[in-house]
C-alpha cells in the first residue's frame, strides 16, 4: 500500500525516523524527571496541616519543593508522614513499560490516555509508533490529520491539492479564489506604491529631483490605479497633497470626476485648494459647469453660497439665472438671521432658612440653602451681512446684461419675458462671441 505525506512506512522517512526513535524513547524517563518535579507528595504534619509538594529527605531534615516554585525545609521531627503519589508523567513511564510488545491496540489505547492526561507530545509520539505496527489504523490516521482517498492515506495538505485548493493562510481555498486574491493583493501593493509616490511629490521637504521621480512614477502607473489613488488623496487633511491631486486629476481622461471637483471647489476650506479645482474644471470646458454648482445656491451654510456664488462668475450660464434670483432674493429679505450665544450659568448661596422638623420626641433644626442662578456672557441677534447678496447681484448682472439691482420683482418680470422668447445664450461673452448673421 502507497502513502503519501508524512507518513513513518515511507522508506525515506523509516531509515532516518527509526533511527531517532530509540533514543528519543531512552531519553523519556530522562525528559521527565528533569522537566520538573514527578511527585506530588502530601505531608502531614504532627499539627495536623497538610502541604503538597516533592518531599526530599536529606537526613533529620525534609526538603519540599513546592508546585508554584521555591522550597521549605522542615524538620524530620515535624512531619506525621509522607504519602506519595505519582504525576502522569510518571504513570506513562509505569504504563509503557507495562504494554505487550508489538501490540498497536494497546498503544493506541495509551495514546488516548495521555491525550486525556494532557501528555500531548507523548501522545503523538505513541499514534506514529501506532502507524508503525498498523498503517491503515483508523482512528490513529484520522486522529493525526490524514484524509482517506481511496486506498491511500494523505495528509491534509496533499488531500486539498488533490482537489484542486490552495491554501491561504489559515484557509483553504480553489486556486480560482487564491488567483484573484493574489492579483488583489497585487493591486494594493501597487495602489501603495502609487499613493506613496503621491505623498513624496507633495511632502514640503522633497527636492526638485524627487518631486520630479515621484511624479513619473505616479504618472506610469496604469489609469485604473490612478483613478483609486485620486479620490484618496482628495480626503487627505494636507491641503497640498489634495492641491496635487486635484492637479493630477486635470490630466485623466474621460470619464471625468467633475462632480468629486465641484464638491471639492464649493466644500474644501483651503482658497487654493478651491482655485485649483476651478481652474481644472475650467480647463475641461464641462459646458453644464454652471449647473453642478446651482444646486448650492439655496445651501443653509453660508461658505457652499458663496463659493457656488464664485464659482458661477467663472461659468457664467443663463440657465441657473432663475435658481439665482430667487435664493438671491431670499437673501436680500434677511435670510439666514443669526442668534449666538456664550454664557456661563452661576450659582450663588443668597441666605439660608432655618427647617424644624422631627418625630415628638426629638426635633431638630436645619439650614436650607437659598441659590439663585444668573447668566454671565454675551448675546448677539444680528442679521447677516448684505455683502453675499450684493455679490450675488453683481454675479447676475454679469451673466444677463440687465441692471435692476435689488429690484427683484424686476428681475422676476424681465426672466418670465426671456423665458417666452426662447433660449438666449448662456452667457454675455458667448452672445459676444457669437458671429453676426450676415443681412
Known amino acids: 500500500m502507497r502513502h503519501f505525506g508524512k507518513d513513518p512506512m515511507s522508506p525515506?522517512?523509516?531509515?532516518?525516523?527509526?533511527?531517532?526513535?530509540?533514543?528519543?524513547?531512552?531519553?523519556?524517563?530522562l525528559l521527565v524527571f528533569s522537566g520538573g518535579p514527578i511527585f506530588a507528595d502530601t505531608i502531614t504534619l504532627q499539627n495536623g496541616g497538610r502541604i503538597e509538594g516533592r518531599a526530599i529527605e536529606q537526613g533529620d531534615r525534609v526538603v519540599i519543593e513546592l508546585p508554584g516554585g521555591g522550597r521549605i525545609t522542615l524538620e524530620r521531627s515535624r512531619i506525621a508522614k509522607i504519602e506519595r503519589s505519582r504525576t502522569p508523567a510518571e504513570q506513562l513511564v509505569l504504563r509503557e513499560r507495562e504494554l505487550p510488545p508489538r501490540d498497536a491496540e494497546a498503544l493506541a489505547t495509551l495514546a488516548r490516555?495521555?491525550?486525556?492526561?494532557?501528555?500531548?507530545?507523548?501522545?503523538?509520539?505513541?499514534?506514529?509508533?501506532?502507524?508503525?505496527?498498523?498503517?491503515?489504523?483508523?482512528?490513529?490516521?484520522?486522529?493525526?490529520?490524514?484524509?482517506?482517498?481511496?486506498?491511500?492515506w494523505l495528509t491534509e495538505e496533499d488531500y486539498r491539492h488533490h482537489h484542486g485548493q490552495v491554501r491561504d493562510g489559515s484557509?483553504?481555498?480553489?486556486?480560482?479564489?487564491?488567483?484573484?486574491?493574489?492579483?488583489?493583493?497585487s493591486d494594493a501593493r501597487e495602489l501603495d506604491e502609487v499613493e506613496d509616490a503621491l505623498e513624496t511629490a507633495a511632502r514640503a521637504g522633497?527636492?526638485?529631483?524627487?518631486?520630479?521621480?515621484?511624479?513619473t512614477r505616479f504618472?506610469?502607473?496604469?489609469?485604473?490605479?490612478?483613478?483609486?489613488?485620486?479620490?484618496r488623496a482628495l480626503q487627505s487633511p494636507r491641503a497640498r497633497l489634495r492641491q496635487?491631486?486635484?492637479?493630477?486629476?486635470?490630466?485623466?481622461?474621460?470619464?471625468?470626476?467633475?462632480?468629486?471637483?465641484?464638491?471639492?471647489?464649493?466644500?474644501?476650506?483651503?482658497?487654493?485648494?478651491?482655485?485649483?479645482?476651478?481652474?481644472?474644471?475650467?480647463?475641461?470646458?464641462?459646458?453644464?459647469?454652471?449647473?453642478?454648482?446651482?444646486?448650492?445656491?439655496g445651501s443653509s451654510r453660508d461658505r457652499e453660497r458663496i463659493n457656488a456664488v464664485r464659482a458661477l462668475n467663472i461659468f457664467p450660464d443663463r440657465r441657473v439665472v432663475g435658481a439665482l434670483i430667487e435664493t438671491?432674493?431670499?437673501?436680500?429679505?434677511?435670510?439666514?438671521?443669526?442668534?449666538?450665544?456664550?454664557v456661563v450659568q452661576r450659582a450663588v448661596v443668597r441666605d439660608y432658612e432655618l427647617v424644624s422638623g422631627g418625630t415628638g420626641q426629638v426635633v431638630s433644626e436645619v439650614a436650607d440653602p437659598v441659590v439663585d442662578t444668573a447668566l454671565e456672557g454675551v448675546v448677539l441677534d444680528v442679521?447677516?451681512?448684505?455683502?453675499?447678496?450684493?455679490?450675488?447681484?453683481?454675479?447676475?448682472?454679469?451673466?444677463?446684461?440687465?441692471?435692476?439691482?435689488?429690484?427683484?420683482p424686476a428681475w422676476r418680470e424681465w426672466w418670465q419675458e426671456e423665458q417666452g422668447k426662447g433660449s438666449p445664450p448662456a452667457s454675455r461673452e458667448e452672445a459676444r462671441s457669437e458671429p453676426r448673421q450676415q443681412p
Open 113 to 152: 490516555w495521555c491525550d486525556e492526561k494532557g501528555l500531548r507530545q507523548d501522545r503523538d509520539r505513541l499514534r506514529w509508533r501506532v502507524l508503525e505496527l498498523s498503517p491503515d489504523h483508523r482512528e490513529v490516521r484520522e486522529a493525526l490529520g490524514f484524509r482517506r482517498l481511496g486506498a491511500l
Open 383 to 408: 442679521d447677516i451681512r448684505r455683502a453675499e447678496a450684493i455679490s450675488r447681484i453683481a454675479t447676475l448682472e454679469r451673466i444677463t446684461g440687465q441692471t435692476y439691482g435689488a429690484d427683484f
Open 206 to 215: 522633497s527636492s526638485v529631483e524627487e518631486v520630479g521621480a515621484a511624479l
Open 12 to 29: 525515506r522517512l523509516l531509515s532516518s525516523g527509526r533511527a531517532s526513535l530509540v533514543p528519543a524513547l531512552l531519553l523519556v524517563p
Open 328 to 342: 438671491t432674493e431670499v437673501i436680500w429679505a434677511g435670510f439666514g438671521r443669526v442668534h449666538f450665544a456664550q
Open 244 to 297: 496635487l491631486a486635484i492637479r493630477l486629476t486635470g490630466e485623466l481622461e474621460e470619464p471625468r470626476p467633475r462632480a468629486s471637483l465641484t464638491h471639492v471647489a464649493v466644500h474644501d476650506g483651503r482658497r487654493s485648494v478651491r482655485d485649483e479645482a476651478l481652474r481644472v474644471l475650467r480647463g475641461w470646458g464641462d459646458p453644464d459647469a454652471a449647473l453642478r454648482f446651482a444646486p448650492y445656491l
Open 219 to 231: 504618472r506610469a502607473a496604469s489609469p485604473e490605479l490612478r483613478r483609486w489613488a485620486l479620490p
Open 171 to 185: 484557509e483553504w481555498i480553489s486556486r480560482e479564489e487564491w488567483e484573484r486574491r493574489q492579483r488583489a493583493r
